[in-house]
C-alpha cells in the first residue's frame, strides 16, 4: 500500500507572507488544524494550530484587543512556520508514513517528491486506511479463528470457505503469543453462519467467532 493511494491530494496552503490571523481565519473556515507554507510550488514550512497559539500574545498580556489584532495581522507565517518539516515520499508505503508520524508524534506529514506537495497524509487518512484494508463497514461476516502457526494452513481454510461458494474479501493474520495465531477473514455478501461453522470444524478448525457485518459509510 503506497502513500499516494490514501494521502489527500486537494491540499490548502499559504504563503510564507500569509498573516497569522489571515492563516489562523482559514483553518476555522475549512476546519483543519494545519497549512503547509508553499513558496514557488515548493514546500517551505508548515504552520499548526499550536504555532499560531505560540505566536500568539498570552490572554494576561496587558495588550488591548486592537493592539493584539494589530500584531497578528501584522506578523507573518514565515515568522513562525516549522521550517524544519518531516516529509514522506508518495511512493513510501502507508506503513512507512505511520511510523514516521508515530515515531515522531505527528498527526501529518506532507508529501513531497523533489521538493513539490503533491498531498498531505494524516492520522485520519491512516485511520481511514486501517478500517478499508480491515473490510470494516463491509456487509458479510467476519471470521475469526485459531489455528496452527504453519505452513499450508490457510490455504486449506480458505479452500473450505471457497468450496461453500462464498466470497473471500479479506484475510488478516495476527501473530500469538501462544503456537497458534489468530486468523481473521472477511467474506462478503450474504452467509449461512451455522452452515459454514459446522463445515469448518468438520474439517479440523477451531472458529473462535463469526459475526455479521453491516454496510458502513467510511
Given amino acids: 500500500m503506497a502513500v499516494k493511494e490514501f494521502m489527500t491530494r486537494k491540499v490548502v496552503y499559504i504563503s510564507p507572507d500569509t498573516t497569522i490571523a489571515h492563516a ?3 483553518m476555522r473556515d475549512q476546519n483543519i488544524h494545519r497549512l503547509p507554507v508553499i513558496e514557488n510550488d515548493k514546500l517551505v514550512g508548515l504552520v499548526t494550530e499550536g504555532t499560531i497559539a ?3 500574545p498570552s490572554k494576561a498580556t496587558s495588550l488591548s484587543i486592537y493592539e493584539m489584532n494589530y500584531l497578528l495581522n501584522k506578523t507573518k507565517v514565515k515568522d513562525v512556520m516549522i521550517k524544519d518539516v518531516i516529509t514522506v515520499s508518495q511512493f513510501a508505503s502507508l506503513e512507512d508514513a505511520v511510523y514516521l508520524m508515530y515515531q515522531n508524534k505527528v498527526g501529518i506529514l506532507p508529501v513531497v517528491d523533489d521538493g513539490q506537495l503533491y498531498g498531505i497524509i494524516t492520522d ?3 485511520f481511514a486506511a486501517f478500517l478499508h484494508v480491515s473490510g470494516y463497514g463491509e456487509e458479510g461476516v467476519r471470521l475469526r ?4 502457526d504453519k505452513a499450508g494452513v490457510l490455504g486449506n481454510i480458505l479452500q473450505v470457505i471457497a468450496k461453500e461458494g462464498y466470497n473471500i474479501k479479506r484475510t488478516v493474520q495476527i501473530e500469538d503469543r501462544s503456537e497458534r495465531a489468530v486468523v481473521e477473514i472477511q467474506i462478503g455478501g450474504k452467509v449461512d453462519e451455522d452452515s459454514l461453522t459446522t463445515c469448518l470444524t468438520q474439517a479440523g478448525f477451531v472458529v473462535d467467532s463469526i459475526q455479521h457485518t453491516v454496510a458502513k459509510k467510511i
Fill in 124 to 126: 485520519r487518512d491512516a
Fill in 54 to 56: 505560540e505566536a500568539s
Fill in 24 to 26: 489562523a481565519d482559514l
Fill in 145 to 148: 479463528m485459531l489455528v496452527d
